[in-house]
Structures are given as structure tokens and as C-alpha cells.
């Protein structure tokens, strides 16, 4: 009888099982089908991909390094919630290595790069007439990822994903509101353009204005949210008690 697994036992040829099973958990994670604070079974998760218990327990702590989740003694493994002060450092070092990044591709980049990342931005505008926030929260994260790749900075692009993968919730969140992806799409455009450039001061600049954007909008979107969470609910606002009733 042959037995049925997981697509992604497929990659087994080419990575040891642990490996899959950590890149399958990161995606999942990273895409916001495990919310942060949600807690992760071991046991779900081994049956899910048609693996041992083993590879999964392994998975989580290279999750752990990476940042990713949080193994609380005796309660289990949760995605981690990255606080907002920790999140605004994380974008101080993201707009450092954008800037270069942006004054390295404006020297060297290639016609087959730049034609890259020119269709890259044609198909997140497509998101945004479509309003698939979803779809165009993954376009902007392979972005970013070309940009530095394309740099050949092999170092710096280890540091960069990393860093990335911490911020990639708050990312999200800050493109759930669909009015702010046209702005963002807009800023895709600009960068594409100072980069076309040549000019290597002025895709720096604009490189780093935008992850700076990214910051200050994160900012607004976290008070916001705190906001909403300390909302009185009408009773409370107005000192009243809806009356319970008797039992009779």
C-alpha cells in the first residue's frame, strides 16, 4: 500500500527533513495563518505534515533562534509578539541596510534585475486595484528580499532576513487598512526609479526614506491599536449596568 505525504516530503531530496519542516512552520508564521500569541502543538503540527514529533520539536527550537516563536516552560511553544519598542530598533537597522542596498544596485544593477523589479511593481498595483491585501503583503516581502539579494552582499542579506522575518507581522498589519497600499505601491514606483537612476545619493535617500515611512506608519498603527483596546464599552462609559433580570 503506498502511503500518502505532505508536498513538501517532496523537498526531502534536496534538504534534511527538520529543515522542511521548519521553512513549512516559518511560511505558515510568516504569512499569518498562526497569529501571534498563538500557541503551536506539537502534536497537530507532526500529524498535519505527515512527520514524527521529532523534526517538529527540532523545528521549533531553530524557530526560537531565529526569533520567530517563544518556548515557555511547561505551557509549550508560542508565535512570538514582537513589542513595538523592539520592532522600531528592528526598522532603525532595516532603513541603515536599505540605504545601502539602494547606493549598491544603482551602480551595478543589471537590465534583467531592473526589469525584474520593474514587473515586481507592476503586479502590486494589480493587488491594490484589487484590494488583496494579502497577496500584496507576500509581493512586498519578495520585493525588499530581491532587492537585497540583488546587491550580492551575502552577509548583510543573512542579517537582513532575519531582521525581516521579526518584522514581518507588524508589516502586515500596517497594509490590513487598504487605504495605505496605493501609498505603499506608490513608494515601490520611486524606488524602482531613483535605482533606474544611476544615481547612487538619491536611491540611497529614497531607500531609506521609505523604511522609514514603514517605521513611523508601524508607530501610528500600534497607538492606534492600543487605542481601540482601551475603548470603555458603552455601559462602562456611561456608568450604567444593563438591569439583570429576575429569576421567577
Known amino acids: 500500500m503506498s502511503s500518502v505525504f505532505h508536498p513538501t516530503i517532496a ?24 497569529e501571534p500569541g498563538s500557541k503551536l502543538v506539537e502534536a497537530t503540527l507532526a ?46 537597522l532595516r532603513a541603515a541596510m536599505d540605504e545601502l542596498v539602494g547606493r549598491q544596485l544603482a551602480k ?39 532587492l537585497v539579494e540583488m546587491a550580492g552582499n551575502r552577509k548583510l542579506t543573512d542579517i537582513y532576513r532575519k531582521l525581516i522575518k521579526e518584522l514581518s507581522l507588524f508589516r502586515r498589519l500596517n497594509l490590513a487598512d487598504g487605504w495605505l497600499m ?20 538619491v536611491a540611497g535617500r529614497v531607500m531609506f526614506a521609505h523604511a522609514m515611512e514603514s517605521k513611523e506608519r508601524t508607530i501610528e498603527n500600534d497607538l492606534r491599536r492600543q487605542a481601540r483596546l482601551q475603548l470603555p464599552t458603552r455601559a462602562e462609559s456611561t456608568g450604567t449596568e444593563r438591569p439583570k433580570r429576575e429569576n421567577r
Open 11 to 34: 523537498l526531502l531530496q534536496s534538504s534534511s527533513l527538520t529543515t522542511v519542516v521548519q521553512q513549512e512552520i516559518e511560511r505558515a508564521i510568516l504569512v499569518g495563518e498562526y
Open 47 to 92: 500529524e498535519k505534515m505527515g512527520v514524527s514529533r521529532g523534526p517538529v520539536r527540532e523545528a521549533f527550537r531553530m524557530l526560537e533562534e531565529a526569533g520567530l516563536v517563544r518556548n515557555e516552560k511547561n505551557r509549550g511553544v508560542f508565535v512570538r509578539d514582537i513589542p513595538i519598542d523592539e520592532a522600531v530598533e528592528i526598522f532603525d
Open 108 to 146: 551595478n544593477i543589471t537590465p534583467a534585475q531592473l526589469k525584474e523589479i520593474k514587473d515586481l511593481v507592476s503586479t502590486m498595483e494589480k493587488a491594490v486595484k484589487t484590494e488583496d491585501a494579502y497577496n500584496y503583503h507576500l509581493l512586498n516581502l519578495k520585493f525588499h528580499d530581491r
Open 182 to 201: 496605493p501609498i505603499s505601491a506608490s513608494e515601490h514606483r520611486q524606488i524602482v526609479k531613483a535605482i533606474a537612476s544611476g544615481d547612487a545619493d
